[in-house]
């Protein structure tokens, strides 16, 4: 059977995350993402109303186009986990191929409301859900597999295309926790099990985000308790406390919900973005959050909370924003700016649970919320994260597991991929035999 790897998005720059993969007459996509940095760069920009080409032309999608090159049927498109930069791009590519899309069920849901948004296109491709540890038929003789992983948004999965060359497994984005705040540990065994089958790993195409970081990342586990002494060392401070992370992290979401409360404070989640995410993973019973936790998107809704906050005194809240990266229309750059009816004080606290991602717009727009922030007074704690993307000894356990016959490293740009290079090198692989560096709108023929 010949098999064919098209990897279309993701390996130039972090984000517009998509792979192909043709196994005999079969094609499973992977991923369809955005890459918010290039909308943000533009003011006012609103993907929704925009058409794919000129977003293709903008670097915010996914150029598609060299599926044409692939002599096969897309039997399905699967994302491996709710981010945008893995989703983001469904409701502007998906509806060129009739073929479900397939996904985890908290997955399946944020694509909903991203199709939901889409006012250019109509998407109508099916919606199918499938649990970690579950298959189903690609054609008459691949099989697609979910393996559950670990990341910093739940259901996350890595998934496996059996062929009877051997099977591809994406290994987009995970990190190797034991001991996570919500839901299962990374399933290793199963990874394991699958290195070891009659034809084992034909292909392994990797995210290289944290490859040139020594040691191991650290499980949510050790965020969470950082937090914790975070919280608990300001706890008697009776001023204003204002906390931001990814809306899409519902494990540190909880977390901070949760030692709000222990310290005496109300939390109450604020911005489009947190409502989204907590509000979808409360309703489909992934976190249990009190019956009386407000969750307000709207700008006027929250507006109306800050002036409540600002009347019944700073010291009994804990509002949990958006705009960890400096978003410029996100709430905490709005407070920054002092555009909100919150009114920050000298020596009162805000917490970044987020690390700024490494790239330049986010990094030049955390620096001016951060300074802006600081003008007003506010003391800024920040770093209180761990990463959702394995470091150097998680890759060397994932290819020793697996021991693929090839290896794609991805998710990154021609600098990020080096480290990751030299890793695999390390343990055997040839660049140019099997350790293939490629570029968005590249084939890969593994067999023929």
């Known amino acids: 059977m010949e098999i064919e790897i098209a990897t279309i998005g993701g390996y130039e720059a ?32 609103e993907t929704e109303r925009m058409h794919s080409l000129d977003l293709i032309d903008m670097g915010a999608i996914p150029d598609d186009r060299v ?9 399905a498109i699967v994302p491996t986990h709710g981010h945008l930069d ?30 939901k948004g889409e006012e250019k296109f109509g998407v109508e491709n099916d919606l199918i859900k499938m649990e970690a540890g579950e298959t189903m038929s690609i054609g008459e003789r691949n099989e697609l597999e979910f393996v559950n992983v670990t990341h910093s948004i739940i259901d996350a999965i890595n998934p496996v295309l059996h062929t009877p060359e051997g099977s591809i497994v994406y290994g987009l984005d995970k990190r190797m926790d034991h001991s996570p705040v919500i839901g299962d540990p990374i399933d290793m065994k199963r990874f394991r099990e699958i290195g070891r089958e009659d034809n084992g790993v034909l292909c392994y195409i990797e995210d290289c985000t944290n ?17 914790k002494d975070v919280m608990y060392s300001i706890q008697d401070y009776d001023g204003g406390i204002v906390a931001t992370t990814f809306s899409s992290h519902i494990a540190r979401v909880k977390s901070l919900v949760e030692f709000a409360d222990d310290i005496g404070r109300q939390p109450v989640l604020l911005g489009r973005s947190m409502e989204k995410y907590s509000g979808t993973a409360e309703r489909l019973d992934f976190v249990d959050f009190p019956d009386d936790l407000g ?104 290819i020793d597991a697996l021991q693929p016959q090839n290896i794609i490293p991805a998710h990154q740009s021609l600098e990020g991929f080096a480290p990751y290079v030299d890793l695999a090198e390390n343990m055997g692989y040839t660049v140019g035999r099997d350790l293939h560096i490629t570029r968005n709108g590249n084939m890969i023929k593994l067999t023929e």
Request: hydrophobic share 35%.
């Open 86 to 115: 893995h989703i983001g791009a469904i409701s502007k590519l998906a509806h060129r191929y009739t073929a479900p899309i397939v996904a985890t069920p908290f997955t399946i849901e944020l694509v909903k409301q991203q199709i």
């Open 295 to 398: 969750m307000y998107g709207h700008r006027k809704s929250v507006d109306r909370t800050f002036k409540r906050i600002m009347k019944e005194g700073k010291e009994n809240f804990l509002p949990i924003v958006t705009g960890h990266q400096g978003e410029p229309r996100a709430m905490l750059t709005r407070m920054g700016r002092g555009e909100t009816p919150y009114e920050l004080d000298d020596g009162d606290k805000v917490l970044f649970s987020a690390r700024v991602i490494p790239e330049p717009t986010n990094e030049g727009q955390r620096y001016q919320s951060e300074k802006l922030l600081g003008m007003q007074g506010a003391r800024i704690y920040d770093d209180i994260h761990v990463s959702g993307h394995l470091r150097q000894e998680g890759h060397y356990e994932m």
């Open 67 to 75: 599926m044409s090159d692939l002599e096969g049927d897309v039997k």
């Open 211 to 227: 490859a040139g970081r020594k040691g191991r990342t650290p499980s949510e586990a050790v965020a969470r308790r950082h937090l």
């Open 14 to 45: 972090v984000g517009r995350q998509m792979t192909a993969v043709r196994a005999g007459d079969d094609v499973v996509i992977f991923d369809m993402g955005l890459n918010l940095s290039k909308v943000l760069i533009h003011d006012n920009v």
